[in-house]
């Protein structure tokens, strides 16, 4: 029996979202970030992961590690623009708290087995790298209703640490994804924390679905918040692959980025009837978790074009005018954080504009003016692109 939401469900599976014994509150096998201990592999069958073809260098060469040495957490990230990387959210902040790891101890090594130049985040100097970082959320649940969809990242980095020509980003609907790995053409790349000593691997075609031999989407789908934006998966994976690309290899021997890897959904069912669930029962593996781009593609753009505020007075400044406008509860203490975040995705969305959460000069600029009177028209889900 387990408890839910204050009902009471009798001998039905609970599920999961796994991620790192560093990470997340429930773990059976890690498989997210990596930390102090290596993380088992999530392998559908055979271990099909091989060293990345010859072909497909180039896209090695734009994927990396997000590693923090202070929380000893490592993930996969790769390019998306020259100075803009993309990840897991889950792989900046430790536990289900809301507060994340100290931004400016993270460093992004592109192509690491080969180049390993370091880079920190954007504003890490200035103790504004917070600002420079746009999530899904701040914390995640691993357990029904899991919000897997809101997990992924992207984060400002100094520009020209990626080749000018990095990863596309292409939306596309879960039907379409489904047809294009019957065809074989979606694949991942990424480094595991228990393969080949940092060098990244490459996953061989493997399979979308919404149905598993053990389960049917239809039992799937309530364990998911946004399941529309969820990519179930079979790419192997081993630990600190959270955050690798998903990819869907182009007739022109090109490939764009279709979803970011994020963990491993599990169900446990009890061993005894009518006992609570827990990590001692046996857990079914169904398969490992992406997230559409359809979650954050709106985001990117407005990321790259942003003029990002410093810490300090000005944050300070656009809390008080939040604050003015009812929006803004929390301290003024000029600190980026998940209540400012909330704050200007409520602004925004009350004002129809597109909801990025972004600390920019043009919010502040804006949030100067007098406010507007009359019915305010609200916008659409923060970070949603309407599937295609």
């Known amino acids: 029996m387990m408890r839910e939401r204050g009902k009471t469900t009798l001998r039905e599976p609970s599920a999961r979202l796994v991620r790192n014994r560093a990470i ?51 993930c996969t990230a790769f390019c998306v623009a020259d100075n803009i990387i993309a990840t897991a959210a889950h792989c900046f902040f430790k536990g289900q708290t809301p507060a994340p790891i100290r931004y400016s101890d993270f460093n992004f090594a592109r ?17 504004s790298a917070a600002q420079h ?25 100094p520009r020209n640490t990626c080749p000018a020509d990095s990863l596309k980003v292409e939306v596309l609907d879960l ?33 979308i679905d919404r149905n598993f031999e053990q389960v049917q989407w239809t ?22 692959s959270s955050g690798s690309p998903l990819l869907l290899q182009t007739p022109d021997g090109a490939a764009t980025v279709v979803a970011i890897n ?20 046996r857990a079914d593996t169904i398969a490992n978790t992406a997230v559409n781009t359809a979650a954050f593609a709106a985001r990117l753009e407005a990321l790259r074009s942003a003029t990002i505020l410093g810490a300090g007075p000005p944050l300070r400044e656009l809390q008080e005018l939040l604050s003015v406008r009812g929006h803004y509860r929390g301290r003024l203490d000029g600190a980026y954080g998940p209540g400012l975040k909330g704050a200007i995705e409520a602004y925004e969305k009350a004002g129809g504009m597109p909801v990025t959460g972004l600390a920019t000069d043009a919010l502040r600029s804006r949030l100067r ?20």
């Open 369 to 388: 003016q007098p406010a507007p009177t009359g019915p305010q028209t609200p916008t659409s889900s923060p970070g949603v692109v309407p599937r295609q």
């Open 262 to 281: 994020v963990g491993t959904y599990v169900q446990s069912k009890p061993t005894q009837p009518g006992t609570l669930t827990s990590l001692r029962d």
């Open 111 to 127: 192509n690491y087995d080969r180049t390993r130049n370091f880079v920190r985040l954007e504003g890490a100097a200035t103790s």
């Open 24 to 74: 997340a509150a429930v773990v059976a096998v890690g498989l997210a970030a990596g930390a102090v201990n290596p993380a088992s592999a999530a392998v559908f069958g055979s271990d099909d992961r091989v060293a990345v073809p010859a072909r497909l260098d180039w896209i090695a060469q734009r994927i990396g590690i997000l590693f923090n040495n202070q929380a000893r957490t490592v």
């Open 175 to 207: 039907d379409r994804l489904i047809a294009e790995a019957k065809a074989g053409r979606i694949f991942q790349v990424s480094y595991h924390r228990d393969w080949a000593q940092w060098r990244p691997a490459y996953s061989k075609p493997c399979r």
């Open 133 to 157: 970082v746009t999530t899904g959320d701040f914390r995640l649940r691993v357990r029904p209703p899991i919000d897997a969809a809101h997990d992924w990242a992207l984060a400002r980095v």
């Open 219 to 240: 039992n799937i789908s309530p364990d998911f918040l946004h399941p529309q934006h969820m990519v179930l998966h079979t790419c192997d994976t081993g630990g600190a």
